[in-house]
């Protein structure tokens, strides 16, 4: 070990002129040959590098700065990079007598140049030169770079003079932002003091404007690209909204308009210290925001920089590679690390992204702030900056509020003690700014964020602010923008408390793509959408039946606490529900209308839960959904409410498949609601099944002898599970077959945006499963099978199938779609080939979930059939495993509902006995239930701590 590494609190440092000691006796035991020379250097310098980075990144756990070790991470770079520098023009390419073509610096650019380096960032360098490029210059950076990147540090650079520094960043904003941090690490001070000169009289105020333009701009373009809002569950840690370039973007600014009306005085103070090589960027850039911020502004400032600082070089160190993507896996590594522990019904996991999502929150506020203060300072300019509406000044007469004015296109309070003397005047500002279609101005922000004290229970309970937040809510214009802002001033929470507790709580899983308070104001908009027409084309029926709704308001109430229960002892039902009548009670509505939006949120799952796990076709399953539903009104409400919450779970959750089950299903309770008293549905379906079923066959036969007789071999619940055309279809492919051949014919059903295979085959057990393996080893996914049996034996399953991107399986590819038709009829013979192993993503992201299996029972449901509901990690082949089970227990399969929820596979299947055609017996279910949870709890591919180990060694090493 070399001893130029010398000990120091907090952290090891490097002892630059020891190190560049062991550089000089290197240079002395050298053949003098460019080669040698490199390879000793480079082994001196990584060692070094390696010694006084490893305790820096090995302290960040118990590190309350992740600032501090970005900065000191930066500073071990600086000793690296100048000790080399300095090798390099001593020994190497030594310049006696420099000439003016051969004067050379080096910068530090970008985020290294603000002193800034997480464990796997760039170092960005800026090779400044006197005049153009020299054999001599050329030669001295060529030995630099690849120095540095034999070192493994990935490094962006460029050469340039002073004339074409300022140019290049003169016509690039991305090129100015990283020239704005420059940093000078070694070579001619001269030319650092050349630079700052002819930035500041030509660079920086010649276009100030447009600057700090295309950094709001950027800043809008990232946002779209990482995603518009902060609450999305893996969120860009860097460049997400309220992330740190939003920070960044504000420092930039700042040091921008500092050096576009420089203070003389202080320019000369500030190029010395650059010209010495000290950190002048901390010295100039930080004052800027000092004095623009307040004081609780700057600790909001730092304690989100250093927060969100300490997250970005844990998930470097978790990864083993610059992530900025705070995904699923890395989530509970870095959770521990940081020092969160479990709580009640709060996972760690869930604790710290909460924490994140509450910065970000912080961060977006400090923005709005810091971007009002900079209009305030350059009005007409900057004016133009904050992409508000720019309507010109709007005066607001005393009829609507004779303490708001719009300001700037925003709008804002005449002063800021105005809801002091008047609470309600906090929605009364909402309600003008939802009319108006304004944003609000930060001073208007600012003075709400300071008044939350004023809800009191006696403002909770006060009736004019219930009005103007439900008008809000149910009539207004743009009810997510508007809630979403009165979310981020904290008054909503505050107002409803039970919505204050999920605001920032996230679900540690792969379903839900935002946190539950940005999921629930997003479903409201999907109402709101439905009301107004946007989505009357791709949701025809509750477009169609949203104005039949009797009472809107219960069904807007009911998706704003839908999910308050999340997380509490009592369950999402049970608590959402409870909480819901608090709620309701305190906003002063009528009893009839509190036991509505309770019974809504309580059953707001029950909807889907019936759609996609249970037999639609099956008259028991009618019977049963219309008995807890009641009436025609709940059922319009409750169909708004669920595509609603299935829409706003996060992108391609939603699709037709889904929307075709949950229509069958609507119809066929409509239905039976118009068969007889609502309090009769189920009777009334019971007891009509078999005289619809005779009609049915009447219909469909049409005097054809052939098309009776195979009618009246199959079951009842066969004729209610397909339309006409499918079912003569179905007919066409059994006479199709010839001495028991089976055969496979599949269908592109855009209804359902899946394919579907229709297999015609004599029955016998293993039929399903070898059907299912074939599916598995061709890569499709099942989403959903109805199996069939004539009473003369012959089996008729229909699977629906779609790709890996949720797309109808084969639908551009005929010839795909034929070889599955021949290899499935071949598995209907018994011939399978050997079951495919699969190397799926997916198995790496799953594997940070701890998903316990489980399997259920239901014989309740079904007088024939037993319901096995099982639940585990998804993986490919799943289905084709569990069905198999079945098989060799001798156990049928009527019907398989398939469904994914993010990592988690829920599948439900209707299964009777083989041999008795009934309901599964006790020891038969305890023998299922046994083989399946070991199929279920098969380990995933990839176990979740071996990458995190290994990238850990690496960076040991």
Known sequence: MLNHIQPAAPAYRIDGAQLRQALTQAYEDSTGETSDLRRRAVAILKESWDLARAPIVDRIDQA?????????????????????????????????????????????????????????????????????????????????????????????????????????????????????????????????????????????????????????????????????????????????????????????????????????TRFHEETEKRARGEGSTRDAGWKVLDRLLTDKERQIFMRAFDFLWKVRILMHLTAGRAEERLSFDLQPEIATRMGFVDRTGEPNVERFMRRYFITTKEVGALTRTFCTKLEAQQAKPLARLSNMIQSGLMNLTRADHPGFAVTGGRLSVNSPDIFQKSPVAMFLLFKMADRLDLDLHPDAFTAIARNLNLVTPSLRRDKRAAELFLDLLVRGKNPYRTLSMMSETGLLGRYIPEFGRIVAQTQFNMYHAYTVDEHTLRAIDVIHGVETGRYKDEHPLASSIMPQLVDKESLYLAMLLHDTGKG??????????????????????????????????????????????????????????????????????????????????????????????????????????RGGRESDAISSVRQGLSERAEARRAELSENNDDMAAWLETMDENYLFSFTPEDIKAHAALVWSTFDAEPAAKARIDLSRNATAFSISASDRPGLFAGLARTFANLGANVVGAQVFTSSEGNALDVFYVQDGQGLPFAHDDPQRLRQAEQQLEQAALGHLPPPVTYRSALAARTAAFAIAPTVAFDDNANAN????????????????????????????????????????????????????????????????????????????AVPPKAKLTRARASLAR
């Open 64 to 264: 309350r700065s992740g600032h501090t070790v970005a900065h000191a991470l930066s500073k071990c770079a600086d000793e690296i990079v100048s000790a080399l520098w300095d090798f390099t023009l001593t020994h190497v390419y030594r310049a006696r007598n420099p000439t003016e073509g051969e004067r050379l610096s080096l910068l530090a650019v970008g985020g290294y140049g603000r002193g800034e380096l997480a464990p796997y960032s760039d170092l960005d360098l800026l090779f400044l030169r006197a005049w153009k490029e020299t054999s001599h210059s050329e030669s001295v950076i060529e030995f630099i770079l690849y120095t540095l990147w034999d070192l493994g540090m990935k490094v962006g650079h460029s050469s340039r003079t002073v004339d074409e520094a300022v140019k290049f960043a003169r016509g690039d904003h991305t090129i100015m932002t990283a020239l704005l941090e420059h940093r000078r690490i070694a070579g001619d001070a001269d030319l650092v003091v050349q630079l700052d000169a002819k930035l500041a009289s030509e660079g920086l105020k010649s276009n100030m404007f447009d600057f700090v333009a295309a950094k709001l701009e950027e800043r809008d373009s990232r946002h779209v690209k990482a995603g518009t809002t902060r609450f999305v569950v893996e969120p860009n840690i860097k460049e997400g909204k309220g992330g740190l370039r939003d920070l960044h973007t504000l420092f930039w600014i700042a040091k921008y308009l500092e050096g576009a009306e420089p203070n003389p």
């Open 568 to 673: 509490g002892e009592d369950g999402q039902e049970i608590g959402g529900e409870r909480a819901a009548r608090k709620a309701c009670e305190r906003l002063g509505l009528p009893d009839w209308k509190i036991d509505q939006v309770a019974w809504l949120v309580r059953h707001h799952l029950v909807l889907s839960d019936y759609a996609q796990k249970r037999d639609v076709s099956d008259p028991e399953t009618v019977a049963s959904f219309a008995d807890i539903v009641e009436t025609p009104e709940r059922l319009r409400l409750l169909l708004i409410l669920t595509v609603a919450d299935i829409r706003a779970v996060g992108p391609g959750v939603w699709n037709a498949w889904k929307g075709q089950l949950m229509r069958d299903l609507f119809a066929a309770t409509e239905s039976a609601f």
């Open 865 to 940: 059939m037993t319901i096995i509901e099982v639940s585990g990690r998804d993986r490919p082949g799943l289905l084709a495993d569990l069905v198999e089970v079945m098989a060799k227990a001798h156990v049928d399969i009527a019907s398989a509902h398939i469904d994914c929820y993010g990592e988690r596979a829920v599948d439900a299947f209707y299964v009777a006995d083989h041999f008795r055609k009934a309901q599964l017996g006790a020891s038969q279910k305890q023998s299922v239930r046994k083989h399946l949870l070991e199929v279920l709890d098969q380990a995933p």
